[in-house]
């Protein structure tokens, strides 16, 4: 009938606007994660081919463009995986300030921290250990992604 097939084609054009969507928070999501694992990684290798404050802009950037597109979709996407998201980009704030601090005083013997005094080495353990927590994370919000995914059903 011309109703079921009306209904039909809406839950079509659901689906697809709302698979868009995750793409696109995805894609952006992983740019973010894998920047920050680039920045553990230069600063392991001690790579100065970008400067500590080109990578934090960089890694900011995309931080903002990550979160301002799950606010945007906000309305739109399911509340749990939403929440997932802003809870991956809280932790990716703290890395950044971590990161932050750490990079413009590497080289002062101590530095405070939200009031906890640590040494550079200490906090720069810290932040690699954050961008553990954060692939972990990253990782496990794919696969809550996969599953609510699949169980959609598109008649």
Same mark, same amino acid.
């Given at each position: 009938?011309?109703?079921?097939?009306?209904?039909?084609?809406?839950?079509?054009?659901?689906?697809?606007?709302?698979?868009?969507?995750?793409?696109?928070?995805? *894609?952006?999501?992983?740019?973010?994660?894998?920047?920050?694992?680039?920045?553990?990684?230069?600063?392991?290798? #001690?790579?100065?081919?970008?400067?500590?404050?080109?990578?934090?802009?960089?890694?900011?950037?995309?931080?903002?463009?990550? *979160?301002?597109?799950?606010?945007?979709?906000?309305?739109?996407?399911? *509340?749990?995986?939403?929440?997932?998201?802003?809870?991956?980009?809280?932790?990716?704030?703290?890395?950044?300030?971590?990161?932050?601090?750490?990079?413009?005083?590497?080289?002062?013997?101590?530095?405070?921290?939200?009031?906890?005094?640590?040494?550079?080495?200490?906090?720069?353990?810290?932040?690699?250990?954050?961008?553990?927590?954060?692939? #972990?994370?990253?990782?496990?919000?794919?696969?809550?992604?996969?599953?609510?995914?699949?169980?959609?059903?598109?008649?």
């Amino acid at each position: 009938s011309a109703a079921t097939e009306k209904k039909v084609y809406v839950s079509k054009a659901k689906f697809d606007r709302e698979f868009a969507m995750y793409q696109e928070l995805s *894609e952006k999501t992983l740019s973010l994660v894998y920047k920050i694992g680039e920045i553990v990684l230069r600063v392991k290798l #001690n790579d100065k081919e970008k400067t500590y404050e080109q990578l934090l802009q960089e890694v900011t950037d995309l931080d903002n463009d990550a *979160e301002f597109c799950n606010k945007k979709f906000g309305a739109f996407i399911s *509340e749990d995986l939403f929440e997932k998201y802003k809870d991956l980009y809280r932790e990716c704030h703290e890395f950044e300030r971590m990161f932050g601090v750490w990079s413009v005083n590497s080289q002062t013997p101590m530095i405070i921290v939200n009031g906890v005094h640590m040494k550079g080495e200490e906090l720069k353990a810290a932040f690699i250990e954050k961008q553990k927590v954060i692939s #972990n994370k990253s990782d496990q919000l794919l696969k809550d992604l996969r599953q609510y995914i699949n169980s959609l059903e598109c008649e």
